[in-house]
């Protein structure tokens, strides 16, 4: 992450600067968008105010200059020349990355200025255009003082004098959800990243001291869902580098908790989509979509399935704390009553460390899940579609609801062996026959019972395409042979070939158990995703 931060040259002059500064006239003008060459470039999110910087205050300015290349031609810029003026005062700075700018792009630099009330700036960007020329773009931007002092009109604090702001961009319509901002081919190449977040990381991109993390964003259109208030965009754009730089990978998705109060109030969650576009004239060839997902009335309601719980025979063993508890019941709640009788009589264990890591397991043998420590971070979160705890709980349910099939038959094979072990006996006791004789009419029955009973339990299918397969001494799971014409499998075909999250791509039986959970907590993400997938769920899984 970086900042470019700006601090007056004779700093330990401050407290005379800031005296000079206070009493200057306005600034003779105000440019906050303009066109240097191929470039289009908007000074946004300009938040002036006053900061304490060693134990002094004095006046700050924070803005991001968003560069969008309108010619079709690939810059890469390897450096940043700063230098700001105000109040008969200079300062500069340097900073040295690689930031590239595909056709049609937009680079996001976020500034600081510490000392200065209405700054001058001339931003100079050095690099090589696609043919290795060099290139050196000089960008003055002019700030307006905010609030606006008399004299100075809103029109041109926020215009510019020399172009037009950047305000639309080819490609994706601007709008509220992923299904209104990309192609259905563009969703379907989407994964979800199910990382899990305390929320409590992210407040340092909206703090107003020094602090404050930011983050440079390049090579990328960026698009805020209307309903983000503007002044929480620059933090959402300094999250938005962070996250492309880590965990946001290209196609992906990812929704995390944000709880500030300042710059403006928000408690929810915040999707952020990371997506390669399909082919537009005149467009850049990726998009960061950020997007509000759900609000505070949208938290979960804990308890709501202690009723369900205690009615459907389900076991708590010991272990579970009373946080645990009520994410598992959280869980619970948001599955329609009438699913249930699936899953009767389903055991909840819990358990430290998993050999392979998991976080949670399912055994259809026993009927039972154990979840483990790795499903229950040390942090809490109140929203139900950034609680990666609840997705964890969802999944594993995901594989009892898909093994019912298989359950269901091993268990009547159960019930037909322990029926041909009683009827031998019954036959043993009536006829007083010795214990290797049997008549042969009744032994043809039971034989015939146990084989049908084995023929139905390989016929059994899971719902992602499994089936028991019978060896010398047990019975296995393993893919069925006419897998392909599993209704699952099927209609995730139509949705394409790439599974919904990373995890899922381990078999089937995981992507069932994956989209299952996604279905439980955010079922309006599946349908945007994998409508397909989501109508096969909706058909299966009635609410």
Known sequence: MVRFSIEQSLFAALSLALIVVAGCARPLYVQTAGTVGPLRWEAVDLEPGRRTVDGKEVDVYDFTLVVHET???????????????????????QHSEKLEVPPFCELHLPFSSN??????????????????????????VALPPLPLQPGISAESAKGSVSGPAITEHAG???????????????????????????????????????????ASLSGVTVIFDPAI???????????????????????????????????????????????????????????????????????????????????????????????EQRALYAVLGRIPEHWLSQIEGLTFKRDSIHPG??????????????????AFPAFDVRFGAANRTIAAIAHELGHAFDAFALRQAAERYQTSLAKFAQGLDGYKQASNSKPSRIAPAAEKLLETQRITAIRNMEAARSLSGYRW?????????????????????????????????????????????????LYVIDAELLESLRPNIYAYFAKQFPR
């Open 469 to 517: 397969y019978r060896t010398p001494v047990k019975f296995d799971v393993v893919e069925a042979e006419d897998a392909g014409a599993n209704g699952f499998r099927r209609v995730a075909g139509l949705d394409g070939s790439i599974p919904i999250t990373k995890y899922a791509e381990k078999s089937w039986s995981e992507y069932f158990a994956e989209c299952f959970s």
């Open 357 to 374: 890591n998991l976080a949670g397991e399912y055994r259809s043998d026993t009927h039972t899940i154990t979840m483990y420590d790795t």
């Open 172 to 214: 994706p319509a601007q709008g509220a959800s992923l299904s209104q901002s990309l192609t259905v081919s563009e969703r379907g190449r989407l994964q979800v990243v199910d990382d899990a977040f305390n929320p409590s990381v992210f407040s340092p991109f909206f703090a107003s001291d020094e602090t404050r993390k930011v």
């Open 229 to 323: 208030p503007a002044a929480l965009h620059r933090g959402l754009r300094n999250m938005a580098g962070g996250l492309v730089s880590g965990s946001l990978r290209l196609n992906s998705t990812l929704t995390v908790p944000l709880e500030v109060a300042e710059p403006a109030a928000i408690s929810g969650t915040i999707r952020f989509t990371y997506v390669a576009l399909d082919p537009r004239p005149q467009a850049c060839a990726r998009m960061v979509l950020i997007e509000t997902t759900n609000s505070v009335s949208e938290a979960l309601q804990s308890w709501t399935g202690v009723a369900m719980f205690q009615q459907h025979g389900f076991h708590l063993t010991p272990g579970w704390t009373e946080r």
């Open 71 to 93: 010619r079709g031609v690939r810059m890469t810029f390897t450096n940043v020349w700063s230098t700001v003026y105000g109040g008969g005062w200079m300062g500069g700075g």
């Open 115 to 140: 000392g200065f009330k209405a700054p001058l700036w001339y931003v100079t960007l050095r690099g090589n255009d696609e043919e290795d020329r060099p290139v050196e773009l000089k960008i003055p």
